[in-house]
Every structure is written in structure tokens, then in C-alpha cells.
Nanobody
């Protein structure tokens, strides 16, 4: 599967963004789809996961501000982020795993190219 992340940009603190992860080659139903992010000089960290038939999962840092969802007709997964703050500034990546795995970057099978999110204070 090929993944294409988009939707990043510059937003003021308190604002919102919707990130998209468009899949091609295979249907998203065949994978658990994850969002990770990586800030400068930091490790890539888990943000959210969606798996078909299970409840979504969120990191504690975003769980009250993020919603992950999927559109099977568009073969796309979305990450809605609200009430953004400067600590959310990072490159956001979507990734796919053939099964539900621990939310670690090393466990992913496929990666998209990343989209930059910058939150100004």
C-alpha cells in the first residue's frame, strides 16, 4: 500500500487542522492505520490508531483533542486535531500495519511521506 499524507500547515494556537492519509494500491480495510509525529530533535511518537472493528486509540497527549476516522469510499483516513498548541508542532506521518501492533514506529510496515504542522503561539 502507498500512503500520502496531507493537510498540514501553519495554524494559531487554539486552531484546528484535519490531516488526511490517502491510500492507494490496497484498501485501508486491510490494515491498521496509525498517525505518528516527530518534532525536531525528538523521537517519532504515536498519536492515534484506527482499526476496523475496534475502537480507535489515542495518545494521552491528544486524546481529548483528536479524532481519527476513515472513509472507505475514498480509501482515506483522517486525523482531526482541535485546540492545537505549540507542543503539537511536528511532522505528522501516517503509517500502516498489517495487523494491530504496539504503537511503535518500528512495528509499522508502510509509511507515508509526512506533512508539517506548525502551531504558533
Amino acid at each position: 500500500v502507498q500512503l500520502q499524507a496531507s493537510g498540514g500547515g501553519l495554524v494559531q494556537a487554539g486552531g484546528s487542522l484535519r490531516l488526511s492519509c490517502a491510500a492507494s494500491g490496497h484498501r485501508i480495510d486491510n490494515y491498521a492505520i496509525y498517525w505518528f509525529r516527530q518534532a525536531p530533535r525528538k523521537e517519532r511518537e504515536f498519536v492515534a490508531r484506527i482499526s476496523w472493528g475496534g475502537a480507535p486509540r489515542y495518545d494521552d497527549s491528544v486524546k481529548d483533542r483528536a479524532t481519527i476516522s476513515g472513509d472507505h469510499a475514498k480509501n482515506t483516513v483522517y486525523l482531526q486535531m482541535n485546540n492545537l498548541n505549540p507542543e503539537d508542532t511536528a511532522v505528522y506521518y501516517c503509517a500502516a500495519a498489517r495487523t494491530v501492533v504496539a504503537p511503535m514506529a518500528s512495528q509499522m510496515d508502510y509509511w507515508g511521506q509526512g506533512t508539517q504542522v506548525t502551531v504558533s503561539s
